[in-house]
Nanobody, 120 residues
Framework: VQLVESGGGLAQAGDSLRLSCKGNGITFDRADMGWFRQAPGKEREYVSSISWTGTRAYYTDSVKGRFTISKSNAEKTLYLQMVSLKPDDTGTYYC??????????????WGQGTQVTVSS
């Protein structure tokens, strides 16, 4: 199983970014998936997750209304559209497969991460 994130980069507060996570070697259309992030010196933090059908999406409170998770089973790609970015959104963003839980221990496959840096 391989999950490969892309789309991170440098942004200013208020900007938008879209993260992608391409899945290989995984039954993508049956996979619940999620996004986590980790800032330097902090624990990995849940951001959002989506059911394998793409019909149920969940968000941590700090990103509700600003981030949108989506899943294209045909493209085997998970997305995270981020708007109105804030400096607190800075971190390495990871996609993960296997659950919609907010506990990272519930996930069994992880990508390598993509860095998002938001300046004020």
């Amino acid at each position: 199983v391989q999950l490969v994130e892309s789309g991170g980069g440098l942004a200013q507060a208020g900007d938008s970014l879209r993260l992608s996570c391409k899945g290989n070697g995984i039954t993508f259309d049956r996979a619940d998936m999620g996004w986590f992030r980790q800032a330097p010196g902090k624990e990995r933090e849940y951001v959002s997750s989506i059911s394998w059908t793409g019909t149920r999406a969940y968000y941590t409170d700090s990103v509700k209304g600003r981030f949108t998770i989506s899943k294209s089973n045909a493209e085997k790609t998970l997305y995270l559209q981020m708007v109105s970015l804030k400096p607190d959104d800075t971190g390495t963003y990871y996609c993960a497969a296997g659950s919609t839980d907010n506990d990272p221990r519930a996930y069994n496959n992880w990508g390598q991460g993509t860095q998002v840096t938001v300046s004020s």
